[in-house]
Each structure stands twice: as C-alpha cells, then as structure tokens.
C-alpha cells in the first residue's frame, strides 16, 4: 500500500506525525545542521515569554534510570526576540511552527497570543500550562480546571492561531482539566509534560538538581504518556491530541496514535540521536506499510479495547 | 594569578550535559562582559560557546555545584574556585 503520512491538526496539515516537542528542540537553529526543518511534522519550539528569562542555576540535569530529570527553568530570550531572530529563521526553512508559549498569569499567555497573532510563521500556539520547574506550584495551572480554562479563555479572544493547551499527569483528574480547557476554546491537547521528579546524591546528602525537584521526562514516562492519551481520547472524542513523553522509536509512536493521538511529539530522543524526529516518522511509515494501513488516523479504528 | 601578573587567562569549564548539541540549555555556564563587571551574568551554553571561555568572564560565585570528588555525607566543602571568587 501507498502510505500518507501527512495529517490534519486542528485545520493544520502536517507533512507527518512527527512533532519535534517544546524545549527538546530549541529553536531549530542548531538542529538544522542535523536535518530539514521542513520534513518534520512542526517544529514546537522552545517556550517564549514575554521577558527573557535566566533559568535556573546548576546543575540543571540528571541521569535516571531510562530518562532524566531537568530543571532548565524556562531560560529563553523573550517574544520580541523570538519574532525578531527566530521565526525568521524558521520560516525561511520551510518549518511548520508550533509557538510554545508560558506566563506566569493568564495576561501574561493573552498578551504573547496577542503578539503572535499577526505573525503567520507561526501556524499553532501550544500553552505551556504545566512546566514543573517554576517558582510557584501556582504557576502550574494546568494543576487545576479552572485556572487552565481562565488561560484559554484569555488566549482564544487574541488568537488568530489554532490552541493546543498542554496539560500534566500530575493531577488526580486529568480528564476534568481536558475538558475545562476543551470547554474553554482550546482546539487541541498536548498531553503529557515532564513528571515532577526528584533525586538525591546520596553520597554528599544533598539533590542532585540546583532547583531541588525537576521534570522527568524519556521512555520511563512512556507508559503514563500512554495511559492519559488513551484515557482522555475515550472521554473527549474527536479533540485532536498530540501525544507525547518519551517517544523514542515508531513503535512508541504507533504507541500513542493507537490509543488515539493525532500525532506525536519526540522530546528527550533528539538529545541522544538529533535525527530522532525524522527517524520515528520513517520508522513509522514503514510500520503502516508492513500493516497494510494507509494513514495513521485509521490506527485508532484498528486498536481493540481488550487485551 | 594570570589577573597580578596582567596574563590574558583562558579556562575550560563544563556543566552536566544532556545533548552536547546546544538544544537543552543544561550545560549553562554564567558569563558576562569583564567590560560592563555591573550587568547580571548571562547563562552560556558551555557546548556551543564553550568549554572554553574568557577566565575573566566566568561569574566564579555564580558557578554550580561543588565537584563530585569533594566532601561527602554532612562533608560539602564549596568549590573551592567559587571560594576564591568571594570577596
């Protein structure tokens, strides 16, 4: 069979399912000597805020058994830079641009959607509702429904954009927090971010991250990547996802499209292979031809509810 | 030493890193402009711009975690390079 990869997120075509995720690609510059930017699915870059922002101090990392723990702290140069240097350079490569966007309060992602909205690199706007490593567990608003739909709301009255809101596992009900913000205006969900996590060096008694607790993130969050995209597209049917956390193959990828994603992102692979994005998308591609199947949005169809 | 005698000084340092690419933002190194000595350190990426920098533009004090090789439990002695740096 002839296999078409490309798919339809939320009136977005893409040339694949294969997103590159948010702050696991920074802004594509340095990424593009290791592929085309214009083969992947989208570029999903880095969050912006409206002020640059530092990050964190060191260390910002740690190895984990099958994954890591970061705690990078937002470091980015701010939307005026962003729009300046960056979606030039994106654009110019022919990149489909997902702008990732983060505030610490719901003016904060309208005014950014505000900005964005007359910039038309930018093809979709992904809400950074659920980064683990701010200063405030108030800053995560994806941590409650009606804080995340308050964000929305304020973003989809500035928006020219599609909205993928972001969300977190890290809470009792996700599904309540999907449909708060699916309410609310958002036209997709990207689920999941990094899981708060933390270690220990147990030989100087102390963390191993500057910032205490981090993100964990790569194949040991598969499985609850697995779970909350299965979960949420059976309660939310028809509300485009975008799967992702720690893909790292196009088995893990068929993965999350089975249980219903649209498409996937590929986060903490491109840091141990750069080509990961546009190797998954091949690997999946031939995943579907050795199936039989023409286009990844007849897979969830195919996926039997038992075992 | 190389700052008495008026010896341009040049040191290599690093940070853990996660993707040696320049895509993560782990490997930040605080460095500023030994011209302007008021204006906040930026963080660096030791693997793009680095590991090799300007021993004058490394905000010492700023650095992170001591060495692995150091103290051990309720043992942590600084880095002793940040401990130069003090005033």
Not at chain 1, 45 to 55: A, D
Not at chain 1, 152 to 159: E, L
Not at chain 2, 57 to 71: C, V, Y
Request: aromatic letters at 4%; charged letters at 20%.
């Amino acid at each position: 069979v002839t296999v078409d990869l490309t798919v339809d997120l939320c009136g977005v075509r893409l040339r694949t399912p294969v997103l590159a995720a948010s702050g696991c690609f920074g802004f594509g510059r340095e990424m593009a000597g290791w592929l085309d930017l214009d083969e992947l699915g989208a570029v999903v870059t880095k969050s912006v805020s409206l002020e640059p922002r530092r990050g964190r101090p060191t260390p910002r990392m740690a190895e984990t058994p099958s994954g890591m723990l970061n705690a990078i702290g937002l470091q980015n140069p701010g939307v005026e830079a962003f729009c300046a240097t960056d979606l030039p350079f994106l654009a110019d490569a022919g990149a489909t641009v997902v702008a990732s966007l983060v505030g610490r309060s719901a003016d904060d992602f309208g005014r950014l959607a505000a900005r964005l909205a007359g910039e038309p690199a930018v093809h979709l706007l992904e809400l950074n509702l659920s980064c683990p490593n701010v200063e405030h567990r108030g800053e995560v608003f994806a941590a409650d429904p009606g804080m995340a739909a308050e964000v929305v709301r304020r973003v989809k009255a500035a928006a020219r954009q599609p909205v993928l809101a972001k969300l977190t596992a890290d809470v009792s009900d996700l599904v309540a927090v999907a449909r708060a913000v699916v309410d609310a205006g958002a036209d997709g969900l990207t689920l999941i971010n990094t899981l708060l996590g933390m270690a220990v060096d147990v030989h100087h008694a102390r963390p191993r991250l500057a910032a205490v607790t981090g993100g964990l993130s790569g194949p040991a969050i598969r499985p609850v990547a697995v779970r909350c995209v299965w979960q949420v597209a059976t309660a939310l049917p028809g509300v485009p996802i975008v799967g992702t956390g720690g893909v790292a193959t196009a088995e893990d990828a068929a993965e999350l499209l089975l249980v219903g994603a649209t498409a996937v992102a590929v986060g903490t692979a491109s840091f141990v292979n750069p080509r990961a994005v546009v190797e998954v998308a091949a690997g999946l591609e031939r995943y579907l031809a050795a199936h039989g199947v023409r286009s990844v949005a007849e897979l969830p169809a195919l996926f039997k509810a038992e075992a | 030493v190389a700052g008495q005698h008026g010896v341009p000084c040049q040191v290599a340092v690093e940070e853990l890193m996660a993707c040696g690419t320049g895509i993560c933002f782990s490997c930040v190194v605080p460095v500023g402009d030994p011209a302007r000595p008021g204006e906040p350190a930026r963080m660096a990426r030791s693997c793009l711009e680095g590991p090799v920098f300007d021993g004058a533009a490394i905000a010492w004090g700023e650095l992170g975690h001591p060495p692995a090789s150091t103290g051990g439990l309720g043992l942590s002695p600084q880095d002793p390079l940040a401990a130069d740096a003090a005033p």
